[in-house]
């Protein structure tokens, strides 16, 4: 399984836009990158997903470039409860990879 | 709701007790997943269900017994359990072999402490 590094934690204030950075330099073809959000004494949430380029949902957008080695999670104008865990996680889903989760990135957003 | 459900939210026992957490999901999905978080620590696969099969037993202890009936209920039975066990417990589900879009949908998780 395809190893991710990201910062262990990052601040913003509200209305800012949030980028987590994460780092998957041994990714293979078939993976694809996902992100989760989790809050305190919850499951973590399905944020997003993408292969390639960049993919946008109404959360949150995913930039991933050409080499795929990494990938930018952006989250637009972000509110105090944007206040998280946000995970990177890299699998192939047609190979019934087990998702492992790494340490995350906890994003705490200010007033 | 997400659709994974878990049973209870809080639970203490001692640690000569025996209990039992309940998940159950609505997704029709047919893999299911224990998780332990303890504090300030990422999230350790414990156990892995394929359609009713364990396929997957992250060398944990004994004293943490897996059963899944059929692919919409999954139990952890709890049995002389230490301190150290306290933790959030998360049971998650997801739909095997699938092409594209895919991801793990999670319940809220069992808050356990072991006194």
């Known amino acids: 399984l395809a190893k991710t590094t990201q910062p262990i934690s990052m601040d913003s204030y509200e209305g800012q836009e949030v980028n987590i950075t994460c780092s998957h330099n041994?990714?293979?073809?078939?993976?694809?990158i996902t992100w989760y959000q989790q809050f305190p004494s919850q499951g973590p949430r399905f944020i997003i997903q993408?292969?390639?380029t960049k993919v946008t949902n109404e959360v949150a957008s995913l930039f991933i470039p050409a080499d795929r080695k990494s990938s930018t999670l952006s989250l637009p104008r972000v509110s105090l409860s944007d206040t998280a865990v946000y995970y990177c996680?890299?699998?192939?889903?047609?190979?019934?990879?087990?998702?492992?989760f790494g340490g995350g990135t906890r994003v705490l957003v200010k007033p | 709701e997400t659709g994974v459900t878990q049973t209870p939210r809080h639970l203490v026992m001692g640690m000569t007790n025996k209990k039992s957490l309940k998940c159950e999901q609505h997704?029709?999905?047919?893999?299911m997943y224990w998780y332990k978080q303890s504090a300030k620590k990422p999230l350790e696969l414990m156990f892995v269900?394929?359609?009713?099969?364990?396929?997957e037993n992250n060398s944990v202890p004994s004293r943490f017994s897996p059963e899944c009936p059929n692919s919409s209920h999954l139990f952890l039975h709890l049995h002389t359990l230490q301190p150290e066990d306290s933790a959030l417990y998360l049971c998650?589900?997801?739909?095997?072999?699938?092409?594209?879009?895919?991801?793990?949908?999670f319940g809220s998780g069992t808050r356990l402490t072991v006194v």
């Open positions: 998650a589900s997801s739909q095997e072999n699938r092409q594209g879009v895919y991801g793990y949908t």
């Open positions: 041994n990714i293979a073809t078939n993976d694809y």
């Open positions: 993408g292969y390639k």
């Open positions: 996680l890299v699998g192939d889903p047609a190979a019934g990879n087990k998702l492992t």
């Open positions: 997704l029709g999905h047919n893999a």
């Open positions: 269900y394929n359609f009713k099969e364990q396929t």
